[in-house]
Nanobody, 120 residues
Framework: QVQLVESGGGLVQAGGSLRLSCAASGSDLSINTMGWYRQAPGKQREFVAD???????NYADSVKGRFTISRDNAKNTVYLQINNLKPEDTAVYYCNLHETFRFYRSYDYWGQGTQVTVSS
């Protein structure tokens, strides 16, 4: 029903930039909180950034000032602009759609991820 497809990952040198995209189908991105998470080898998935339906954004301390999350409701797509990449940013980046319902219920959908590799 809900499908999230990430793209834009790749291999870059430290200090470079990437823009990740997440195209959503089966649900309206404009009324849901969208987020980006990442998982490095041997580590748990961690929060990177999110953006609410109202446009409010949140960032992990490790990426604040370098990453920017945005959405294009007309295209039902969320983006993650990544600048000044560091080797520790190497991970699989996942798109997240957070649906909320009555009585404080919620559900999370995930994409399959896109690989970001940063060389020294």
């Amino acid at each position: 029903q809900v499908q999230l497809v990430e793209s834009g990952g790749g291999l870059v040198q430290a200090g470079g930039s990437l823009r990740l995209s997440c195209a959503a189908s089966g649900s309206d991105l404009s009324i849901n909180t969208m987020g980006w998470y990442r998982q490095a080898p041997g580590k748990q998935r961690e929060f990177v950034a999110d953006i609410t339906s109202g446009g409010s954004t949140n960032y992990a301390d490790s990426v604040k000032g370098r990453f920017t999350i945005s959405r294009d409701n007309a295209k039902n797509t969320v983006y993650l602009q990544i600048n000044n990449l560091k080797p520790e940013d190497t991970a699989v980046y996942y798109c997240n759609l957070h649906e909320t319902f009555r009585f404080y219920r919620s559900y999370d959908y995930w994409g399959q991820g896109t690989q970001v590799t940063v060389s020294s």
